[in-house]
């Protein structure tokens, strides 16, 4: 597989960074991951301007307009001949001295890695079981809204599940109330309503989140967006996870409970598959 | 400058890792810097149980055992031939596939760097002006113990500081409590008292932290260890920061305002370097 590395194609074997690298030494740096569907990155320019945002958040210049990027990304899904894929892309500081200071640091890092999709149609997913981490997230936390690289609560969270035999870990804030899973954000059914948590309480804007949005109004679902404690979310039915890569997951248990299953988030998860097509074929 | 990267000596140009490293995709690592005097690394000890009660907590395998990276350490120094210097130890899960999930992780990478102090003695240190941050550290996170590579809020609030014209960063907790600083731990001098947060509230436990506190328990001083706001510290005489690199830091302005000197500092400082002095020569 080659990698996409400052404006050069690599082996990914060959696609190494120096360690005075901010985004190895810090954590200092952004990335998103994006579903590829016949070539084409879904929502793309979703996932650039949130790029983009987070790059003027943390003061990283982006080394490429993001016309370039798009130019090389689609290099980097031809070269591979991997059109349906998920692609990983890092922006970093950049090599700087050892110390926080951002002052004095060379040219920003920009990499971009394509992965084969897991086995199964992401349409078709087995269903995950959902546990409550121990892990908390800062309530209000300015930060929780950029995809920044310093992600060791997420890598924990995830750790912890699987640790207890689950599939993702459910991250609550300070307060106790929910604000997101590890790796994506949380829907449920609530009687007739498709509910997810408030705008301003859910952590990273989840690109997937807008579509699933987007299609609730579209399929004229009424949408129900509350601060919701893990105690409430249990008296939900239809539980499902949205994340950029794999699309829609629905929950099968939420700390070791069955999740009552319900239709409409077939009818989404069905919404959704239709999108990226259209979208992307 | 040689950097030691996974028991090799290399030149600090040819110490890389593959972008798949987890500490440059997620920040999933863990580090520590520690002062090099006349060639040994001061409270070398603290720093790598420190690690190792880090790596223990993420579940990192250390690829080599304390005393052979003390071995390894040495040989750094010595090559380099920089008995004077900063030294940068780095941690993390190595190679990893795509998202959080820790399984099928390669060997952990271990990095080491060393850096020219700054110019000046760290015992004559230009005090610091020190800002208060508006970003914050989640109030009793499990997390803030330990010193992990994603250190994202930590560069953001040491960007603001230099942004107003300061040095250095306070970090409060979402309760509006001190906690420490971007890079260091905080003390104060109280009537009569050295003053610093309660060990359980402080974030990281710095090692510098714990030097001063023996001091003072050496030279009689009383000690005072409370939960503290902004308006408090305002009050207070002799404000200073701890740090491996740099040792005691005198707070020359806090928010703008003067702060009043105190003698108990110097005193302090001295007996810092005098220890340093016993330690490694």
New interface residues.
């Given amino acids: 597989m080659l ?1 996409f ?1 400052n404006g050069k194609f690599l082996p ?2 060959e ?14 740096g952004l ?1 998103e ?1 994006m579903r590829v569907a016949n070539g084409k990155a879904f929502r793309l320019t979703a996932h650039l301007e949130r790029l983009a945002r987070g790059a003027e958040f ?2 990283i210049h982006l080394p490429f307009d993001l016309k370039e990027i798009q130019k090389f990304m689609a290099l980097l899904i031809e070269k591979n001949r991997l059109p349906e894929a ?1 692609l ?1 892309l ?1 922006l ?1 500081r950049g090599s700087g ?7 004095n640091c060379g040219s920003p890092t920009l ?1 971009m ?1 394509l ?1 084969r999709l897991p086995p199964a149609d992401p349409g078709e997913l087995r269903p995950w079981s959902l546990i409550t981490s ?10 929780a809204n950029i995809k ?12 912890e599940a ?1 640790e207890r035999g689950a599939d993702e870990a459910l991250l609550l804030d ?1 307060n106790g109330t929910i604000v997101e899973t ?2 994506g954000n949380i829907f449920w059914i609530d009687r007739d309503a498709v509910g997810t948590v408030l705008t301003e309480l859910s952590g990273l804007p989840g690109i997937t989140r807008a579509v699933v949005m987007e299609i609730c109004r579209t399929l004229g679902l009424a949408m129900n967006q509350r601060v919701i404690t893990p105690e409430q979310l249990r008296q939900m039915e239809g539980v499902f996870i949205t994340q950029s ?1 794999l699309g829609i997951i629905p929950v099968a248990t939420f700390d070791g409970q069955p999740v009552p299953p319900s239709p409409r988030v077939r009818l989404i998860a069905n919404a959704y598959d239709q999108l990226l097509q259209q979208e992307c074929f």
């Fill in positions: 990698a590395l990914e074997a696609a190494v960074v120096p360690v005075n690298d901010r985004g190895f030494m810090l954590g200092d990335f991951t943390l003061k998920v990983r890092t970093t001295g050892r110390g926080y200071s951002a002052k990499v890695t992965h121990s892990h908390k997230i800062s309530a209000g936390d300015r930060l920044t690289s310093s992600k060791i609560l997420n890598v924990l969270a995830r750790a699987e300070s590890a790796g890569a």
